[in-house]
């Protein structure tokens, strides 16, 4: 046996430490928390703890102003070590059951927070949470990777990161040349390759698409020439089955919006869009009403509306 060796089989022999060890390899846990289970002050913690880690039988992770520990990589000849922790028999029985007492409390200050921030939550998660990691979690969720989809009236690429982790294939299409190089150069600053760019009106479009199996409309309707042809054209873009997911502004009468936005129709109501889908072949599956920002300057409600190629059209067509 190597004398370095025989210097940690020599920390390993003491009980206090045997008890950390044996704890750190179920949980991660601070010296604090490794003092209120053990019954020990903090420094005689830390004091064990700096030992085993001088041997990296434990290493550390800094949090905020905390240091949490846990079992390091055990190598050879220490391999077997883990096993013999896990086979240890529990003639210290208080020590699991404190550990679960501790891990509770965990859970109690996580759910006293919640409580007392409920009221405030949504204003408060805007300082720290990110659209574009929401957008990132949910197309994990959503992905299929054989889909087809297209953005219609991209602009910038807002929603193209999100698209693009959807699908197989994403195509951008837009008439301005200035925001579609934006849009290049926001799939480019987040890796993404899987998105063609087309130049053009999407009143334009046909033959310049594959067959796709959805088609997006992002508050792009009400600055369209001819919505009702565009509708019924894109009908025949999809594959059966496929979705077209428009959301735009109920109608209003707001001039002064509709002037921001460069609106040329002051939104739309569902009877409306519903009777321009049918020429297409599409058929209306979704409605939905969404109030208006409370903290934006626009303030009118919205919809989202989801229409899905049938199969009898597509048949005959």
């Not at 880690?53 to 949490?68: A, E, K, M, P, T």
Request: net charge neutral; proline share 5%.
């Amino acid at each position: 046996m190597h004398n370095s060796e025989a210097i940690v089989f020599k920390a390993l022999a003491d009980d206090t430490r045997l008890r950390i060890l044996r704890l750190l390899s179920l949980e991660e846990l601070n010296v604090w928390e490794l003092g209120s289970i053990l019954d020990l002050p903090q420094p005689t913690i830390s004091r064990h703890l700096a030992i085993l880690r001088s041997h990296s039988l434990v290493i550390d992770r800094r949090d905020g102003n905390r240091v949490f520990y846990r079992v390091g990589e055990l190598r050879p000849p220490f391999d077997k070590f883990a096993e013999y922790l896990e086979s240890l028999p529990n003639h210290e029985p208080t020590d699991l059951i404190r550990l679960e007492e501790c891990l509770a409390r965990r859970a109690v200050g996580s759910r006293r927070f919640a409580d007392d921030k409920a009221a405030e939550w949504d204003e408060l998660a805007k300082s720290f949470q990110r659209q574009p990691l929401q957008l990132f979690a949910m197309a994990g969720l959503l992905g299929r990777k054989e889909l087809t989809l297209a953005d219609l009236g991209t602009g910038t690429g807002l929603l193209l990161p999100f698209l693009a982790a959807s699908a197989g294939q994403v195509y951008a299409v837009d008439q301005s040349v200035a925001m579609l190089r934006r849009a290049r150069q926001r799939c480019a600053r987040n890796q993404i390759d899987n998105v063609h760019f087309i130049h053009s009106r999407l009143e334009k479009l046909s033959g310049r698409l594959p067959p796709c199996d959805g088609m997006l409309l992002h508050f792009v309707l009400h600055q369209v020439a001819r919505p009702a042809g565009l509708l019924r054209a894109l009908g025949k873009e999809l594959k059966p089955g496929g979705r077209l997911v428009i959301a735009d502004r109920i109608k209003h009468d707001d001039q002064a919006i509709s002037e921001k936005y460069g609106s040329l129709w002051h939104g739309f109501e569902c009877e409306q869009l519903e009777s321009w889908l049918k020429p297409g072949g599409l058929r209306m599956v979704e409605w939905r009403l969404l109030p208006g920002s409370e903290n934006h300057q626009d303030q009118l409600p919205g919809f989202v509306l989801i229409a899905e190629k049938t199969e009898l059209q597509s048949s005959i067509a």
